[in-house]
């Protein structure tokens, strides 16, 4: 079943669904599985963090990018996918052709899987959890921890980011963002 439309729309579906949110990287990447239930509440399944080997060359990174998001895939077969789109800033201009990279090796993933993906520009994911789309990560660690029920803040901040991404991709396949 794909459920996305050109330009990222998702459609609604009626049942439940589970939406596997990813922080891309090249040196951590954040995961989160969420699911979602006819109601359309989430309920978070598995978050962690890929971490890289910093000191390899960037090919082998990616690959074990792809192996960790391939077996990530293969544990909890998600129904869906919510990746974070690039972003540029001119100040940060390396990080974004880093970070195009690991979510080059995401997308071939979720493809090789047939799962829709939904890209949600950060502004979007952090507006649709704190109200303000320049929020901090702090505050993105607050917010989850709130929404979630969790009893602390999800760390690194990169798990939040990646919950945050689930939670937003979630609510835009049920018509609720």
Known sequence: MKSTQPGGTWLRVEDRARVVGIDPGT??????????????????????????????????RIH?????????????SPSHMALEAVFSHTDHARTAIQMAHGRGVVLLAAEMRG???????????KRALTGNGNATKAQMQRAVMTQCGLATMPEPPDVADAIGIALCGGRRLRGLA
């Open 115 to 125: 799962l829709p993906v939904a890209e949600l520009p950060p502004a979007e994911v």
């Open 64 to 76: 074990q990018l792809f192996e960790d998001i391939t077996a990530l895939l293969a544990e909890h």
């Open 27 to 60: 040196r951590i990447a954040g995961y989160a599985v969420v699911d979602f239930n006819a109601r359309g509440d989430a309920a978070i399944v598995d978050a962690g963090v890929f971490r890289l080997d910093a000191t390899a060359p960037l090919a082998t």
